[in-house]
């Protein structure tokens, strides 16, 4: 599952509560298994966060390194065109603050 926060960063969340490593690769970083390593917690989450500009990417996640496993809940999927899925992900432009109407005391 991935969700988006405030500040633009990316929290990617995976459930593997069996594997050893859990690394995040995709299309923002050349399909590169060993640059977004994620952190398990003790339920068996595997966590990261990652800063990434707008627009639309393509990622999976890489198990044990011997094995990639696309995210179906992400925002969608699509065929990889090698047998397997791809997860899709948009990544939107962080909402500007509101600003706070000006008070006056009288």
Known sequence: MVS?????TMEFVFFRPAARSVTLA???????ANQH???RDEAGWWHVRVK????EYRFK???DNA?????FAAYGVENDKHGGWNSVLWVQTPAEPVAAPLRIAA
């Open 4 to 8: 988006q926060h405030e500040d633009g």
């Open 26 to 32: 995709g299309d923002f970083n050349d399909w590169q």
């Open 37 to 39: 390593i994620m952190a």
């Open 52 to 55: 990434m500009p707008p627009g």
């Open 61 to 63: 996640y890489r198990i």
């Open 67 to 71: 094995w990639w496993e696309a995210d």
